[in-house]
RNA sequence: GGUGCCAUAGCUCAGUUGGUAGAGCACAGGACUGAAAAUCCUGGUGUCCCUGGUUCGAUUCCUGGUGGCACCA
């Protein structure tokens, strides 16, 4: 059985560099379908604040087909372990189609999940568990995680949360014999967009005046009205949660937007740190500069690609 | 115009019984496998408003300016 390697185009890069219209214009190139990898766009119904632009999808008139987005309802929960599943799904759909897989997003958890394949199981919550962890200390927690020997995820005793769901993971695992599924290795072309920080910092700034204008905390309002709590739209992204607190006047306006701005510049560059860290554990990243001409940033794009898929035998 | 108070990091402010200074935020770097736009670690970036004086030494005390605030006219 000899191993297949399948191709994959990965576009990311920090938030406001224009990943999405970039990606639609390639895909559209390569005859291609356009896989998101964004945390925050899983969610039905936030939009506006999580940069959902679904008119970059369409290019010169044509749709480009795009997978991962608005897959759970807003208030549910999502995360690496459930992505995962639904990339495999919608890349192997893709493939059968013979179309050509484009990952695009900044979520850089999602992005390694996929480039470096992480290995994870179907882990359930155990409620019996979850009971008896209760009442048990956070040092106790802690020592009850460490004899499942060393730390798969060293963020994993950062809070009780974590914590006993480290230990539900590590119990179900010593439960069960491991994952033994040989996944087709991807042959990968990693294209990153950067703007230079200060053009990075300006983009950002613009670009939430303009979602202000768009009606940003008329969105968040109705999310609240829907039933979901000043406490969840914490954890839905930055807009959600500065606007929530704006809404339960904990922020003034000014100190919402002001706040937001900045927490948005910083989430930028922990994106880029990231990234960084990414290609230090060998993930090979191409970076194209986002203030060159688009022309010649998509044709170089196309160029590296055609290399791509011409090796892994697709046709375009 | 008079009197009083204030002037220290990008911002808000501590502090130095006279030996050139430190918090929060901002900012920079880093970590990262089931909430990842999460969570966490590290780093002080400075004409201490200007001028003259006292002093071995002044950001600190004194003189005179400048700017701000308050009160009185």
């Not at 190139?29 to 604040?49: F, K």
Request: aromatic content about 8%; glycine content about 8%.
């Amino acid at each position: 059985m000899h191993t297949e390697r399948t191709p994959l185009i990965t576009v990311l890069g920090h938030t406001a560099a224009g990943k999405t219209g970039f990606a639609a214009r390639l895909a559209h190139r390569l005859n291609g379908e356009i896989l998101s990898a964004d945390s925050r766009q899983v969610y039905r119904g936030m939009n506006i604040g999580t940069g959902k632009d679904l008119q970059d999808y369409v290019v010169d008139g044509n749709p480009v087909p795009h997978h991962l987005i608005d897959v759970v309802d807003a208030g549910t929960e999502y995360n690496v372990y459930r992505f995962k599943n639904d990339f495999l799904r919608a890349y192997t759909d893709i493939r059968q189609r013979g179309k050509v897989p484009v990952l695009c997003g900044g979520s850089g958890l999602y992005l390694e999940a996929i480039l470096r394949d992480y290995s994870m199981l179907h882990v359930p919550v155990d409620e019996a568990l979850r009971a008896d962890l209760e009442s048990r200390s956070y040092e106790e927690l802690k020592s009850l995680l460490a004899l499942y020997g060393p730390l798969h995820n060293t963020t994993d005793t950062v809070n009780r949360k974590r914590l006993v769901r480290a230990i539900e993971i590590a119990m179900h695992q010593g439960s069960q014999e491991t994952e033994d599924r040989k996944p087709a290795e991807l042959d990968s072309l990693v294209l990153g967009i950067r703007f230079e920080r200060m053009n990075r910092r300006d983009r950002i700034t613009r670009r939430l005046e303009q979602r202000l204008k768009e009606g940003l905390v008329e969105e968040v309002e109705a999310l609240h009205r829907q039933g979901i709590s000043h406490e969840k739209l914490e954890y839905y992204g930055l807009e959600y949660r500065f606007v929530s607190r704006y809404l339960a006047r904990i922020l003034t306006y000014e100190e919402m937007v002001s706040g937001l701005n900045t927490a948005i510049h910083q989430f930028a560059k922990r994106q880029m740190t990231y990234f960084r860290g990414m290609e230090r554990r060998g993930i090979d990243i191409v970076w194209l500069r986002g203030e060159n001409p688009p022309e010649d940033t998509l044709e170089r794009a196309v160029d590296l690609s055609r290399v791509l898929l011409a090796r892994s035998g697709s046709v375009i």
